[in-house]
């Protein structure tokens, strides 16, 4: 069966400081990996999703970045962290570009001070 | 893009008792999926109906496609039901992304 793995599970950071999630996908070969941004509140956002080894799409403008060294691996990144990228940042997965299930990760919780 | 409206907002419940969350997507989707987020943020995923009925224990959900909406049943809730609900779809217009509704709180009472 397949399991998407993320993290770390919290982080706490300091504006201006760098970032890196990494989110893991096992089970499944050529998925399709997205990253959601969830901020207080309930709605979750799209920020990038890629369909392939260092293809990838941004869905909205952001101090943010994504990459995907390897088939089930996704990194999301930032060179300067800013208070506004404070969020539940979650990690998903995909068998079928636009039709299939997608299946999400557990989630890291990012704090920036 | 899509719209997606979920209703109510917050549901509050007596244990047992029975509840209907509903869905209105302002367009044609390909993808509908019912989620539920438990208190650790985890995305649980419930149904994934484009069309149709299905049911799963307590659960149940139908997609009216044409008419465009979706509901989720929850029979004889329980505590451990407790949590945010989303629905989420994806247009039949889009490539990748799933539109998030803002989702129902439920809380369910012992």
């Known amino acids: 069966s397949q399991t998407i793995h993320q993290w770390p599970a919290t982080l706490v950071q300091p504006v201006g400081s760098p970032l890196s999630l ?9 998925p399709n990996l997205y990253w959601y941004r969830q901020a207080a509140g309930r709605g979750l956002q799209l920020l990038f999703y890629s369909v392939g080894i260092g293809q990838i799409s941004s869905e ?20 300067k962290l800013l208070l506004s990228d404070s ?3 979650l990690c998903a997965w995909s068998a079928l570009a636009g039709v299939s299930e997608q299946y999400f990760g557990p989630g890291t919780r990012l704090t920036v001070t | ?17 029975n509840s209907t969350l509903r869905c209105n997507f302002s367009d044609s989707v390909n993808n509908l999926q019912w989620f539920h987020q438990n208190p650790w943020g985890q995305l649980i995923n419930l149904f994934y109906i484009p069309s149709g009925t299905k049911q799963n224990g307590r659960l149940s959900a139908t997609t009216v496609a044409t008419e465009r909406y979706s509901l989720l049943y929850i029979s004889s809730s329980q ?29 369910v009472l012992p």
């Not at chain 1, 990494?22 to 050529?30: A, I, K």
């Not at chain 1, 909205?60 to 060179?79: C, E, G, M, T, W």
């Open chain 1, 60 to 79: 909205v403008p952001q101090n943010l970045s994504a990459s995907r060294p390897q088939d089930r691996q996704f990194i999301l990144s930032s060179k």
């Open chain 1, 22 to 30: 990494e989110c893991t996908v096992e089970g499944t070969s050529n």
């Open chain 2, 79 to 107: 505590t451990t039901d407790s949590g945010v609900y989303f629905c989420a779809a994806l247009y039949s217009g889009s490539a990748r992304q799933l539109t998030f509704g803002s989702g129902t709180q439920l809380t």
């Open chain 2, 1 to 17: 893009g899509i719209q997606v409206e979920q209703s109510p907002p917050d549901l509050i419940l007596q244990e047992g008792a």
């Open chain 1, 87 to 89: 969020g539940f940042y």
